[in-house]
């Protein structure tokens, strides 16, 4: 008797890695020489399996020689994110050049940006305090999904505010500075070298719009963007991308205090979004879905809604300029 | 004409005018009915829910705690007349 079980779940997601491979870095290549006429790809490493992952597809499409690494750090960035990001370059053999942004974004106002709309919220904000912004989990109630501040003073006191439509948005746009700010520097090389720019997005981010627009949105090629998250980490386990960097938890890296990519977006781990989302795509039956995913219907009727909120919220990101009528 | 239908009716009239007025420039072209999800329907965003919030709690003098932030309070014109004059009426909690 067939049962849910083995009808829907995660060996679903399993791709032929070595063929998947070999897909992506002829269409890397093809792009890059002839519809470009591009010499090369700039990847900006974070130090997560994401960014390995399109370095060592790079690497084996076109050469370590035709890659070149970015490690982009600045004062919120984790303490590991540079030694894992230098590690990565070491594995594939590439040239890796450190270029920490914090004077520059010091200097746009990013961080006193922030601080601002912190201490608007939370008056008692000051220097030592780490904040962060956070989603209420989509599994847990029905709640309309918007984001609180959590702030925490340097002797461990956990302020939590709601935010406002102001204060939102002031964070967001302050913030995305740090993502502008490095696609800024990976143009300027690719520049410099006529090489292509590399986006890094997996399906999950891609199709939820999680990327900041002329941020870490913007580039040439986007080798990984039709890839589910799990998809990615067995194309990186195929690549040989380091096993610290194969276990690490995805992170955004973004604000002063850790923040999981689950608590400030999906609100879901990737395993679970992975199999809803996969599942919706694909028209699974609901409770195949609700059954792999380990939650329950009305878990699954929400997480679907989410998803399609998402779709709807962030559309804008994925517009390109807008003409009044067909020009080329 | 009750009270409660007087106010409902101002309620859901200032609404659409900060609908129409923030969000569509002025613009009666989008066409939507009182039971619309604002969402659902594309009238507003996650983000415009946040500013209505906003809207909601200034022009009513109400705070809208974090329990109350669900759909059926705030995710089209109906449910948000009704919530308001809720919270008015202190059938809610934490109505100032």
Redesign the interface.
Known sequence: MRTAETVFNRKSLKIDAASETERICRWIRETIAFKMKRQGAVVALSGGIDSSTVAALCVRALGPEKVLGLQMPEQHSSEDTLELSRGVAEHFGIEAVHQDITEVLKSLGCYSRQETAFRRLIPEYAAGWRAKIVLPGVLE??????FSLVAVSPECREIKK?????S??EIVAATNFKQRVRKMFEYYHADRLNYAVTGTPNRLEYDQGFFVKLGDGAADIKPIAHLYKSQVYQLAEYLGVPEEIRSRPPTTDTYSLPQSQEEFYFSLSYEKMDLCLYGKNKGIPRDQVAFAAGINLEQLDRVYADI??KR??TAYLHMTPQLVENVL | MSDTVVKSNEVKTALKGFIVSNFLFGQGSLKFDDADSFLEKGIIDSTGILELISYLEETYTINIEDDELIPENLDSVNAVDAFVLRKLNGEDSANR
């Open positions: 109630s029905g709640q309309l999904r918007l709601r935010l406002d439509h102001k939102y948005l399609e909120q709807r919220t």
